[in-house]
């Protein structure tokens, strides 16, 4: 569950007003509804309670609207790929009746950066703690900067100019349990950014787990990591094409379906990270075997002769993928701690990708409206 906490309004109000409002119960109803309107079940919001202060200046309905832009672009990341800043299902207009006034847009983008700078520091201090995080899932995905330029980046001793722009997430798990999650985009891949938030970790500690996809990309250089690969990759490979070929296909499902039954059994009963890792041993590493060995076994040919299923076909490469990434795809079966797929992040990135479509559409949309 995500809970976002409300600060110490008190302590703010006795080291001097940070914004005073005249209507407080419109602002706060208006609050409220975005809340209801655009933020998920999952999450739980909890409200300070507002202190009775005296001497406090009122400015109107306009200073308790900016203060509501605030709020929003606060829950925003959480709600249903909601902005503050876009005109969608939940508009500038239905905010605006809300409140009872009208706030120029300008106001709104500058609310909304006034949230992200004080944000920043608390940003920080997350990525600080993350850096000594003993597991790591990272995941990216194109989006867009309207006025990035080209930047020269070097990575690996090569030095190249880089246009591609990425929104990466990065979800730290600690090893006392905590979950920090942590969202950029800029000119670079998510590979890019583990090695910048790993230059903070203590070197005294151990290796780190990292899960990710087999994208280069994501891989973190410079820095000693253990690499676990999603298995949710490796099974879509194959998935996609049970309809050209059924039965290899159905066979290959089967077996990776024991390793998700293995799975679930370790979780439904709290299995420490070194049992849940002993059990996989046990019972899941013979069935990623077995697939291995079928992928092995359809690609092999005898001199002279070709190999049962084509190299360079789709399903060619869905086994090559299995045979060349093994090692890291089996991870979870030598390594405590590390998991099977890399879903949690492909999670937390469709935060992203809700706002970046929805932004996609809405230019489409205008685009229409034009060329008619």
Known sequence: MLTLIGFDVDAAFRSGPIIEIADTQRMLFAVRRFAQITAPPALNVIEPELPVTTGCACYGTRHGCALFYQGAATIAPFSNGVNPVFRGRLTQQTIHNLLGGHIAASTVFDQCEYVANALHSVFKAIKAMAANGTLFYVDDTTNRILQQEPVIKTRAGKQRVRTGVYSSVCLAITAAGQRLILFQTNVGHAGEWMEDILQGRDPQLDTP??????????????????????????????????????????????????????????HTNALSDIERRDYHEEHSRPAMEQIRQLCEQQLASEQGEQSIVEPNSNLGKAMSYFIKHFDALSAFCRIPGAPIDNNESERALKLVIRGRNYVNYRIMQSDIRLAA
């Open 209 to 266: 787990v990292i899960m990710s996809d087999a994208l280069s990309a994501n891989r973190v250089i410079g820095t000693p990591t253990e690499v676990a690969l999603c298995n949710s990759h490796g099974r879509r490979n194959f998935a996609e094409l049970s309809e050209q070929h059924p039965r290899l296909v159905l066979k290959v499902l089967q077996l990776y379906g024991q390793i998700w039954v293995n799975n679930t059994h370790c």
